[in-house]
């Protein structure tokens, strides 16, 4: 061995041991923000619902809430497309002040089951209704005020606590006793504050909306502007007596009404994107005053006071150092005797175009990136004709996610045109300037390729295995707001089956682009790999900024009825950009390009469905 190699060796294993400790270390302080430093225990459960039903989620219990002195209860709901992880900072914030917090998974998310409704939000309020009959009835939870418990969820979380009022609302009325919830706030989300749902709630209601949220086009004015819009001053005036003067415009951020009379009324109108909103200081702050304020609970502690932030940035780090771990670690797999062979020599680069090779180059560039642009969109309705079940959100076994099977499209598409360009760029120019396919890094024996797989296999179970680690010492995993890498569940790894080949084709045509057309003599790697991740992510942060430039100038966003599918790529471009990394990485290791993507291909598929609806029937 080479001292250059040497040394090589050396910084790989060093570069191993570091993001390792990192991601211990910042999973033990992300812990300690979580548990308020040992004050709030934090614990899964799971309990049965109905129809063979079951939700999970995680109970954050303050240690001073006690049977002596029991605390009120307050369930969250996440949105669409949410897991109970995204919507930890409400529930830290919650019972670090002295609050007892249930953040669940919804319905057909993260780890509850999914429903036989197909309105599970607005029939079941995602799982919620269930877990506010379990505390409200069971003596287990003696440490809560079963007569101060609420809801509180963001957008489609949203309906689920308004409907969740609505719902104990009628019980209460035939029961003659109190509705169980005694109060909810509704975050993101006004569609069903409509007089059918709100003439027989029972609870306070407190509402949040931000102003430029991408859905207020369905909104009757078709904007996010509270202050006249009817659904707010409906909100409002459900809470007047019988002959009280209407309110006409409504004061945001005033009290209506009379907590203990259960007609207390309030709605906010944050300067926000809609998914920003639960991440927003503000509009956590207005939360926690509201409940606060409607079970007369002081904690002490200043509304803005809020450590949540400290959770997002360490995950961050713990994300980050996790997946770069994930490179020195193959580079220390393929120095053990059964790998080695897959280390082969680095293929020469391509010579740097030249005159009209420059234009070709920069024209597939473009057209590269205009295709993935203007395709994602129609992909996405295509996939509603394709996948009419999980389109419907039916049950079934057949590709039941319903977002993912608009991305897994997309994906097969511009793959197949990725690899098309590449080819009809070398048959009419590349070979006729120097190209040879030997540069490109694609010629493989099928017993090396297979051994790739199982080593790209056994990168991924070690990557999980230490999410799962962490997970199980610390109870958090690697995310970054409402981007996140959830612990591995046996029970997806059919569906890891079944999308990861239509995936596999972008990602290989990905590297083969990477590397055998944009790994250019003279050219410095930083400089060849950061133009290979902006191509990759080009065409789709393109769809990002033209839904949000329209929407800054006109006050409406550009696709409407898609916007869901645009809100996805907040979480899709990132990994657009960092896989032409992953890729050049393993490439300058084994000299192939194979590896890279057979890697990313496998954790960023779990990654997506894990983090996006699936419609499984029930087991």
């Not at 910042?26 to 309990?47: H, N, P, W």
């Not at 819009?229 to 009280?244: T, V, Y």
């Not at 790998?339 to 473009?366: A, E, K, N, S």
């Not at 291909?601 to 894990?610: A, G």
């Amino acid at each position: 061995m080479s001292v250059s190699t040497q040394v090589g060796k050396q910084a790989s294993d060093r570069l191993l041991l570091i993001c390792i400790l990192t991601v211990l270390v910042a999973g033990f302080l992300v812990s300690e923000i979580q548990t308020s430093f040992g004050d709030v225990q934090v614990r899964d459960f799971k309990i049965p619902t109905q129809n063979g039903q079951w939700v999970v989620g995680d109970l954050f219990k303050p240690k001073s809430a006690t049977s002596d002195n029991p605390a009120p209860l307050i369930v969250v709901v996440p949105g669409f497309q949410r897991s109970k992880e995204s919507l930890s900072n409400i529930a830290i914030e919650l019972a670090r002040r002295g609050f007892v917090a249930m953040s669940i998974d919804p319905y057909a998310q993260g780890g509850s089951s999914a429903s036989l409704s197909r309105r599970a939000a607005t029939t079941e309020g995602y799982g919620m209704f269930a877990v506010v009959d379990y505390a409200a009835s069971s003596t287990n939870l003696n440490y809560i005020d079963r007569s101060r418990i609420g809801a509180t969820g963001h957008s489609a979380g949203g309906n689920a606590a308004i409907r969740g009022a609505n719902y104990f609302g009628k019980e209460a009325q035939r029961t003659g006793l109190p509705s169980k919830l005694h109060s909810v706030y509704v975050s993101g989300y006004v569609l069903t504050l409509t007089d059918e749902v709100l003439k027989d709630v029972r609870s306070n209601v407190g509402a949040s909306y931000a102003l430029y949220d991408e859905g207020a086009y369905r909104n009757e004015l078709r904007n996010g502007d509270m202050r006249v819009a009817p659904e707010a001053l409906r909100l409002i005036n459900s809470g007047r007596e019988d002959g009280a003067v209407q309110v006409n415009e409504v004061e945001i951020g005033r009290y209506y009404g009379d907590s203990e009379q259960r007609t207390l009324r309030l709605m906010h109108n944050e300067r926000v994107l809609h998914p920003f909103q639960p991440y927003n200081a503000e509009a956590t702050a207005n939360q926690i005053e509201y409940f606060e304020r409607v079970f007369g609970f002081e904690s002490g502690i200043d509304s803005y006071d809020q450590v949540w932030k400290w959770k997002e940035i360490l995950s961050v780090v713990s994300l980050t150092a996790a997946l770069i771990a994930v490179i020195p670690f193959g580079r220390l797999l393929l120095e053990t005797p059964w790998f080695r062979p897959l280390v082969q020599p680095l293929p020469r680069p391509l010579p740097r175009p030249q005159g009209r090779g420059r234009v070709l180059f920069w024209t597939t560039f473009v057209v590269g990136a205009l295709i993935a642009c203007f395709t994602y969109i129609p992909m996405a309705e295509l996939s509603q004709k394709l996948f009419v079940a999980a389109s419907r959100r039916e049950l079934t076994w057949f590709f039941p996610q319903r977002m993912n099977n608009a991305v897994m499209l997309w994906a097969v598409l511009n793959g197949t045109v990725g690899f098309a360009m590449f080819w009809l760029s070398y048959r009419y120019f590349g070979r006729k300037h120097g190209v040879l396919p030997d540069m490109w890094g694609a010629k493989i024996s099928p017993v090396l390729l297979a051994r790739t797989f199982l080593l790209a296999c056994t990168l991924f179970v070690a990557y999980f295995l230490l999410l799962a680690a962490v997970y199980y010492f610390f109870h958090v995993d690697y995310r970054f707001l409402f981007m996140g890498v959830r612990v591995f569940q046996p029970a997806l790894l059919i569906l890891l089956l079944m999308y990861a080949p239509f995936f596999f084709v972008f990602f290989l045509s990905n590297s083969l682009r990477v590397n055998g057309a944009m790994r250019i003599e003279g050219q410095a790697e930083w400089r060849s790999m950061l133009l290979a991740g902006v191509a990759n992510s080009l065409g789709l942060l393109l769809i990002v900024v033209v839904q949000y430039t329209t929407l800054a100038a006109t006050g409406t966003v550009y696709w409407t009825d898609g916007w869901l599918y645009v809100n996805l790529l907040f979480a899709v471009v990132p990994m657009m950009f960092v896989l032409p990394y992953f890729n050049r990485y393993f490439f300058r290791m084994t000299g192939s390009i194979y590896l890279g993507p057979m890697i990313a291909c496998l954790i960023f598929v779990m990654v997506l469905i894990t983090n996006t609806v699936i419609y499984l029937p029930l087991e």
